[in-house]
């Protein structure tokens, strides 16, 4: 079974502060995502790394970065902590061959900024 | 523009009826696509998938369906049960356009409640 684990389930943070998150996963998954939920918008794509030390912006890059210094993890960083980044933070993995894209997902890191 | 539309943001439905959730895509490129469950609090969790060369596929009490001609396809559950409870994600990915087919494109979600 793939296991793509996160390194918190919650996080309180104050505005200003600098956050990270990090997602391992075990697979020797080439691939690696994170997401942000917020409710009636789904899943929206902050970046992603089809390789290590490779990344690539997603649909809502902005206030974020990301670290990819070894295959098995991903991290993404806040550099200055928000309000508007309260959310449900969501890291997946993926293999790049076999025609298929099949993305399996941690269990989230819900991060409320005050 | 979204691209993966799920038109419906929630269904109730009668324990051991079938549930019907629907998604539209626009995306002519698109030819894999997916279904997830998410439960509250945790990560979605893989259903079933899809590709465009099938017009059906089955695995237990879950079918989804593709109709490619009308962009669009349909995730259904029979019998429904009060643990199928929970947010479904269509979503959908172009396979063949270099480095954005690793990318998934996500519908905002279905709440399905299955009432006892």
């Known amino acids: 079974d793939v296991k793509v684990t996160q390194s918190s389930r919650y996080l309180v943070k104050r505005t200003g502060e600098k956050v990270f998150l990090e997602c391992v996963q075990d697979?020797?998954?080439?691939?690696m995502f994170w997401y942000r939920q917020d409710p009636g918008l789904g899943l929206r794509l902050i970046y992603f790394s089809y390789d290590v030390k490779m990344k690539e912006k997603g649909d809502i890059p902005e206030g974020y970065s990301v670290s990819r210094e070894k295959k098995e993890r991903f991290s993404l960083i806040l550099e200055s902590a928000s309000t508007n980044q309260t959310s449900m933070y969501l890291c997946?993995?993926?293999?790049?061959?076999?025609?298929?894209?099949?993305?399996?997902f941690g269990p989230g890191t819900r991060l409320l900024v005050l | 523009d979204q691209q993966v539309k799920q038109n419906s943001p929630s269904l109730s439905v009668q324990e051991g009826r079938i549930s019907i959730l629907n998604c539209d895509y626009t995306?002519?490129?698109?030819?894999?696509f997916l279904w997830y469950k998410k439960y509250p609090a945790e990560g979605p969790t893989f259903l079933i998938s899809i590709s465009s060369i099938k017009d059906k596929n089955e695995d237990g009490r879950f079918t989804v369906f593709l109709n490619k001609s009308a962009k669009h396809l349909s995730l259904h559950i029979v019998p429904s049960q009060p643990g199928d409870s929970a947010v479904y994600f269509c979503a959908a990915a172009d396979t063949y356009s270099g480095a954005g087919s690793y990318q998934l494109t996500f519908g905002k979600g279905t709440k399905l409640s299955v009432i006892p």
């Open positions: 997946a993995s993926s293999l790049s061959s076999g025609g298929r894209k099949t993305q399996y």
């Open positions: 995306n002519s490129m698109f030819d894999y």
């Open positions: 697979m020797d998954h080439e691939n």
